[in-house]
């Protein structure tokens, strides 16, 4: 399966402002890259709500603490206008809906929470489909 094929170049369009024009980045988009890229953001997560190496070595450790640390008392959290908070609540809720440790034993912020709210949500769904359990005994 080789991709010989490519797009025909398109048309290049009229730079009359060339400044405010974008810089062409990678193309790194592709679902599965991204998979991998949350998914090892989220193994950085879980390591580093327990990490306690002050000079730890891992990559991305030292940011995800400085992180969790900001989320603990920036006061845009819950109005969702932080970046850094919103990405952080991203990736525990995709840590949450993965993890099946107790919420007492998970030490990633909100994955409790999160969890018994996915749990409301499943329950809720199957109360309004109960397509699968009609007959009753
Ligand atoms: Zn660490
Ligand atoms: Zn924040
Ligand atoms: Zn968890």
């Known amino acids: 399966m080789a991709e010989t094929e490519r797009e025909p170049p398109k048309m290049a369009e009229p730079t009359q402002n060339a400044e405010t024009s974008a810089p062409q980045k990678p193309t790194e988009s592709s679902p599965d890259s991204r998979r991998q ?39 845009r959290k819950s109005t969702g206008d932080c970046p ?40 809720l769904h199957q109360a309004e489909a109960p397509s699968q359990r009609t007959k009753t005994d």
């Open 37 to 75: 890229f949350v998914l090892r953001a989220t193994q950085t997560l879980v390591h580093a709500c327990q990490c306690k190496d002050r000079d730890c070595s891992l990559e991305g450790c030292q940011q995800m603490r400085n992180n969790l640390t900001h989320s603990k008392s920036c006061a």
């Open 84 to 123: 850094v908070c919103k990405h952080l609540i991203a990736l525990c809720c995709y840590h949450a809906k993965h993890c099946h440790l107790k919420a007492t034993e998970c030490r990633v912020p909100l994955c409790g929470q999160l969890k018994q709210k996915l749990e409301q949500q499943r329950k």
